[in-house]
């Protein structure tokens, strides 16, 4: 169910994203209904009239539950479970639904947590009559106003109790985060709109093992893996979660930690599912979801994904990225003008070192090798010649031992 609220609007699409989202936590979809207004309605959600009208879809087509497309508040929840005699859910539930099944790793499963509790312990307020105050007037609180303060300490020390576990988390997240600048190995982020290809890309270039799926967030715990290039370059790919409309606060706020990833990564690689109609929208959603991180002044490489399934001829193009190509990862198409680009990128931020390193000077070779890109080594009478691109940081040290 969802509402219209401007003509030129996307809720036809958001609401067949819902139905993929809905089929993907285990529901069996039986149709939608769009209502247009000029504004949701506070109490309801829908107009009174929808309503009714609603009530008797539900009864015609054996519906046991609604979806609502919009988060709703506990009043509006209260009432429409009242007035339609069913179920009713929104869509910030049903993503949080499918992140709670698909988090496996001990991270994914405290975010996936705390984005629950705090989505619940915004709606106690007034939930059902359960919770509702049985009396009124000083010193006559009734057993239900007891519960929902004791559901919120509750709640509350669990909250607290996880963002402590989460910490420790992070802790570890920025000591692996500076490990890796001490060994100097770029990071690229692999983002992307939900089920554009990401974990496909990470599968292909590192056999990875990650879970692929045709689904919205068939993987939600990020991997990180060692990518060899021909030239002996080096670079880390690290997967993330997969953005989508209206993702819900909640969840940012408790993964963000993961979705930092992209923050601390050196380059951003944008997998886009270019044989989805919405492509551009859902570019759109990404980026905006990165400027919500403050991910900024990154390179990024843009990946028009799927190009086996694209049916009609268009001109994909991505205005905020460095580099934009046409891939299929499935088949391969693409991959290597990939790689080729990726080893461009790196070399830019690199300088060609050439010379002769005097026998004496035979140390500086190791960390050549270890952090440049070496394109040749001979061994001659005066000394050992090097062509190599090394990182911008170690020229000056080198550059002062060449002859």
Request: aromatic fraction near 6%.
């Amino acid at each position: 169910m969802g509402i219209s609220l401007r003509e030129d609007d996307d809720t036809e699409d958001s609401l067949d994203e819902l139905g993929e989202l809905a089929e993907t936590a285990g529901a069996k979809v039986l149709g939608s209904v769009i209502q247009s207004r000029e504004h949701i309605h506070p109490g309801t959600y829908l107009g009174a009239g929808k309503l009714q009208e609603l009530r008797q879809i539900i009864t015609e087509w054996g519906a046991t539950g609604i979806i609502c497309d919009d988060e709703l508040s506990p009043a509006q929840l209260r009432n429409m479970e009242q007035e339609l005699e069913c179920k009713v859910m929104d869509r910030t539930l049903v993503i949080l639904d499918i992140f709670a099944a698909r988090a496996s790793t001990s991270e994914g499963k405290i975010q996936v947590e705390l984005a629950q509790l705090k989505y619940r312990m915004s709606r106690l307020t007034g939930l059902g009559v359960s919770l509702s105050r049985l009396g009124g007037g000083i010193g006559t609180r009734g057993p239900g106003e007891k519960k929902l303060e004791m559901d919120r300490r509750l709640i509350k020390n669990r909250i607290s109790q996880l963002n402590r576990e989460l910490k420790q988390v992070q802790k570890h997240r920025e000591i692996t985060r500076g490990q890796r600048e001490r060994s100097r190995v770029k990071v690229a982020a692999i983002v992307g709109y939900t089920n554009a290809g990401k974990s496909t890309l990470l599968n292909r270039l590192t056999q990875a093992s990650v879970l692929e799926e045709d689904k919205l967030f068939a993987t939600l715990d990020p991997t990180t893996r060692n990518l060899k290039l021909e030239s002996g370059q080096e670079i880390l790919l690290t997967d993330t979660v997969g953005f989508i409309r209206k993702l819900p606060h909640h969840l940012i706020e408790a993964f963000r930690s993961t979705l930092e990833e992209a923050k601390y990564a050196d380059m951003i690689i944008h997998v886009v599912d270019a044989s989805n109609p919405q492509w551009e929208k859902q570019m759109q959603i990404v980026y905006q979801t990165l400027e919500q991180l403050g991910v900024s002044g990154k390179k990024r490489i843009t990946l028009f994904n799927k190009q086996d399934k694209v049916t009609e001829r268009e001109l994909f193009r991505d205005l905020r990225a460095d580099r934009a190509l046409k891939v299929s990862v499935k088949t391969g198409e693409g991959m290597e003008d990939f790689l080729e680009t990726l080893e461009k990128i790196l070399r830019e931020d690199k300088q060609l070192l050439e010379g002769v390193f005097p026998y004496e000077q035979g140390n500086q070779i190791p960390p050549i090798r270890k952090y440049g890109e070496l394109l040749k080594e001979e061994y001659r009478e005066d000394g050992i010649y090097v062509k190599a691109y090394v990182p911008g940081d170690l020229y000056p040290n080198l550059a002062e031992h060449i002859r």
